[in-house]
T-cell receptor, first 116, second 110 residues
Framework: KAGVTQTPRYLIKTRGQQVTLSCSPI?????VSWYQQTPGQGLQFLFE???????NKGNFPGRFSGRQFSNSRSEMNVSTLELGDSALYLC???????????????FGAGSRLTVL | AQSVTQLDSQVPVFEEAPVELRCNYS??????LFWYVQYPNQGLQLLLK??????LVKGINGFEAEFNKSQTSFHLRKPSVHISDTAEYFCAVGYDKIIFGKGTRLHILP
């Protein structure tokens, strides 16, 4: 079956702009998590959505937001981009239902954002 | 709160030699433990996971890890590495929210 699909794979923006990234989870997976990966900080947890509801949230400013649709596809948005937002944004889906059992993540290839 | 410390940012090792990548975690509750691998320009791929039961966990590509509760460690090992193992390895911990370490780059020397 198809894996986790993230679009776009690469994008370049300038400071002050906003960006929207998309993630299609594995069919049947209802949990979607987002991470920011940078060389200095490694992977940092942004948020997790399950059945269109944000279930967990990391320590990022309000400029970072997300949502999940009824088909489990998820988007994340970053407004008022800063240079420090340049990173690889990874999406991961999980079949874990209602917070029960192991949250085993399957990752997409990521969206690489460069902010100039 | 949970945290993960990967003690080495880079590990060079000769081809066909054994390797150990170290990981220590802290958590106030029982958690699950994971190792993921990231090849260049790709996302992360699950190598193995510890959920419960036997403390020695076998994963893909010949890797294994041992859960040590008293030392709060979950070190990853492989008895003989290949050039194809060149990648970055991430230890992760969590039950609900999964927290990752900063990664260890494995360099295979010919």
């Amino acid at each position: 079956k198809a894996g986790v699909t993230q679009t776009p794979r690469y994008l370049i923006k300038t400071r002050g702009q906003q960006v929207t990234l998309s993630c299609s989870p594995i069919s049947g997976h209802r949990s979607v998590s987002w991470y920011q990966q940078t060389p200095g900080q490694g992977l940092q947890f942004l948020f997790e959505y399950f059945s269109e509801t944000q279930r967990n949230k990391g320590n990022f400013p309000g400029r970072f937001s997300g949502r999940q649709f009824s088909n489990s596809r998820s988007e994340m948005n970053v407004s008022t981009l800063e240079l420090g937002d340049s990173a690889l944004y990874l999406c991961a889906s999980s079949s874990r239902d209602r917070g029960v059992g192991a949250n085993v993540l399957t990752f997409g290839a990521g969206s690489r954002l460069t902010v100039l | 709160a949970q945290s993960v410390t990967q003690l080495d940012s880079q590990v060079p090792v000769f081809e066909e030699a054994p390797v150990e990548l170290r990981c220590n975690y802290s958590s106030s509750v029982s958690v699950y433990l994971f190792w993921y691998v990231q090849y260049p320009n790709q996302g992360l791929q699950l190598l193995l996971k510890y959920l419960s039961g036997s403390t020695l966990v076998k994963g893909i590509n010949g890797f294994e890890a041992e859960f040590n509760k008293s030392q709060t460690s979950f070190h990853l090992r492989k008895p003989s590495v290949h050039i194809s193992d060149t990648a970055e390895y991430f230890c992760a911990v969590g039950y609900d929210k999964i927290i990752f370490g900063k990664g260890t780059r494995l360099h295979i020397l010919p």
